[in-house]
């Protein structure tokens, strides 16, 4: 069972960058498809990406051309880069191991950091 570990969250103000990193480890990275998911007040958790082993991407409709995932197997981590943040963009940031491309069938969780967009 992998671990993860997010980092990089902050509070930024709206039209800023943010990185977010999740390091990986008990595991290798690349026996698993790893998926970020974000979760704002008062909402449902959304799915926002989620990258193979071999760095193919798939990004929920509202990120697309403002979010990247990229990952390094060889230091274990993956990345979220986001871009031009929105307040809306205002949640807690996962990322999650997973067994499919679309990142529904999860193997291990971490446990989140905190993006916050606000002037």
């Known amino acids: 069972q992998p671990q993860l570990v997010e980092s990089g969250g902050g509070l930024v103000q709206p039209g800023g960058s943010l990185r977010l990193s999740c390091a990986v480890s008990g595991s290798r990275l690349d026996y698993y498809f790893i998926g970020w998911f974000r979760h704002a007040p008062g909402k449902e958790r959304e799915g926002v990406s989620c990258?193979?082993?071999?760095?193919?991407?798939n990004y929920a409709d509202s990120v697309k051309g403002r979010f990247t995932t990229t990952r390094d197997n060889a230091k274990n981590t993956v990345y979220l880069q986001i871009n031009s943040l929105k307040p809306e963009d205002t949640a807690v940031y996962y990322c999650?191991?997973?067994?499919?491309?679309?990142?529904?069938?999860?193997?291990?969780w971490g446990q989140g950091t905190l993006v916050t967009v606000s002037s």
């Open positions: 999650a191991a997973a067994h499919n491309y679309e990142c529904s069938t999860l193997a291990a």
């Open positions: 990258i193979s082993s071999s760095g193919a991407t």
